[in-house]
Every structure is written in C-alpha cells, then in structure tokens.
C-alpha cells in the first residue's frame, strides 16, 4: 500500500471527515512556515476537517506529515467571536458552542440519543444568540492565522526535537532557565494583585506569598515533567512574532492576547473532551496540564527577546494586565458558565442514556447533523423526536 493511501486510510479510521476547502490555503501557509523553520527536518503538510479538530505529526514508512484540522481554525475563529461578544452573549455562546462540540463527538461515538439532546440545545440558543460577524475586519482575521501559526509551530516543533538532540537540549534549558528566572523574581505586584482577586482581599501578605510559592512549587513539578511543552510553547510563540514581522503589518501589543486566547480555547476544548468521557464513564485521555498561568508568566519573558520589538516596560504593565483580565473573563463567562450549566443538565442525559431508542439511529443520526450543522439544515431534522 502506498504511504499516501496509509495515511488516507489512517484519517479515515481515526476521524469523521468531510473536504477540507481551504487546503491550498494551509499549504500556503505552511511554506511560509517552512522557510522560519530552525532545523533542515520538517514534516509534510496534510489538511482534512474533521469533528476531532486535531492537529498531530505522524510518521508512515519513511515520511512525516502533520495533519492539520481545519475545523480547529475554524473553532478558534469561533471561540474568539465568542470571547469577544458583550457579557450575556459570550455567556450564552460559549455555552452554544459547548453544545455543538459535545452532539457532534456524541455523533462520533454513534451516542446519537445523547447528541441529539446536545445538538437541540445548541440550534435553540443559536437562534437568539448574536456573535460578531466572521471576518468584521482584517485584523480579526490575521489575528485567528497567527494563532493557527501558533498551533502549527508548538507541534512541529515536538517532531523537530525528536530530529535534533542538540537544539531539544539547548531549548529545554532555555525553557528551564526561563522558569528559574520568573519562580525566582519573588511575588511581583502583579501576583499579589492575582491571588487577592482570586483568593479575597483580606489575605494578608503572608498568606499571599505562601500561596504564591505552592504555585510555582507546582509549576516546577510541571517543568520537571513537561519541559519540552514549555519549550514548544517558546518555539511556537517566537515562531508567531517572526512570521507577524516578516508577513503582516499587525501591531506587537495584538500578539500576546491572542495566544493567550489560543491557550484557553485549546484548554476550553480540552475540558469538554473530560466532560464527556465522565458523562460517558470513559478513561480521561492521558494529557499534558494546562498550566495556562504559568504559560501567561513565560510568555512575557520569551516575547521580550523576539526581534519584533522591544516594547517598553509601560506597555508590557499594559499588556500583562490585558492578559490577566482576560483570564478572569474567560474563567467566569466561558468556562465557570459553561461547566456550572452542563453539571446541572447531568440528569437528563444520564436518563437519555439508559432509555431504548424509540426512533431509528439513522434517522437520529442525520437529524444530529442538520442540526449541528454538519449536514445542511432542514426542517425534518426540527422534527425528528
């Protein structure tokens, strides 16, 4: 069998596909990519779309791909909208979309009863939800590619250290020493202003700096263990600066918010991933933490040194406060929401899930789709019981 039709066939028992349109799209991309690549090895781009939205390297025989997901770009664009709606609509939207993600990976697993509950909630609030328009401005739009960018690079990068010893050697210790130097500068007024906000006011100092340093003593037992995560992270952050100074005109101070964004959407999607498999009584797949706070600390340091800029530390206080509200929101409209509204709704599905099928799977299935969006809507699909 051809390598070609290995992977062909590998995608095709692994994912739930459908024509990717925008593959001319992505190989552009990925040969701009290519000519930012710090080592000879690189892997081989293969688009698809699929309801995993999954980014991975793979190796068949001899060859390297990574496959790209354009329905995770397109769920980033997605979740950025949502983000950036007013409060009651990214409440109400992330929710929407939590819908959407868990009937159609329901639908995957032909739990097609259980989708379709999720696929009804998800059609309902998206008739009074209202999102920013897909592509409002240009800027919305370099700023989801980067953050594609960002996706690509952390992967190949994981599959450039397994080429190189000598730069995953030297990148660990940069991401080491990275963290040394941030665990190691004391409480800043930042991380004061953090755990008062999350923990009460009324703390006092001490209490501050102890609960401070459990957190780093847990970031620490993270890069014990995850440091070629940290240093992919680097990679993918620095891959992002360069590819913004070479190919676009986009303002320094836009790209540390949108990777932070991309950090919560991926932890976003990840958590529902969880939430299914409990709704399920499934094995959590074995994942790397997200450590999404310890990520925003690093990233100032690594983006300090990119040769986009050097921005003042006036604008870095700026940018790091933008960051950090930015976390608050996300972890209160976003995930807090979303997560408080499906424990509530936990009864109904578990019920849903021990009746028998009063309706044909086939015929539930492809109402799923409709209604999901999977599959063009229509009215059958409203009526299917």
Sequence with gaps: MKTKDKLAQYIATTRRTKPAPLATYYEQLFDLLRCLSPGDAFPRLHTTYSVQRRCEVISLDDEVFLVYDQYLGQTINTLNRVFFASPQNTAEAALMYACKYLAENLRVRQRDRLALFFARGYHSLRERVHLPPTSANQLQTTLVMLQEVYVISHEIFHYLCKCDDKMRTSSLRRAVIAFEACASGGLKP?????????????????????TADTDFEQWRTYMDRYSEEVASDFHAAESVCDFAARYTNIDFRYIPPAL???????????????????????????????ASEMRAHLLRWVLEDTPIGDPSAAIWDDLYGEMQEMHARYNELIEANVFHTLSSWMPTPRKIENEAPSTPTEKLGRAVDHLTGWLPWTEDAAATE
């Excluded at 930042?190 to 102890?210: F, I, K, P």
């Design 260 to 290: 932070v964004l991309v950090y919560r959407h991926l932890r976003f999607l990840r958590l529902l991933d969880e939430f299914l498999a409990d709704l399920l009584k499934e094995p959590r797949r074995s994942c790397v933490p997200d």
């Design 190 to 210: 930042e991380a004061v202003q953090s755990h008062a906000e999350r923990y009460g006011t009324s703390m006092n100092s001490d209490d501050l700096r102890q």
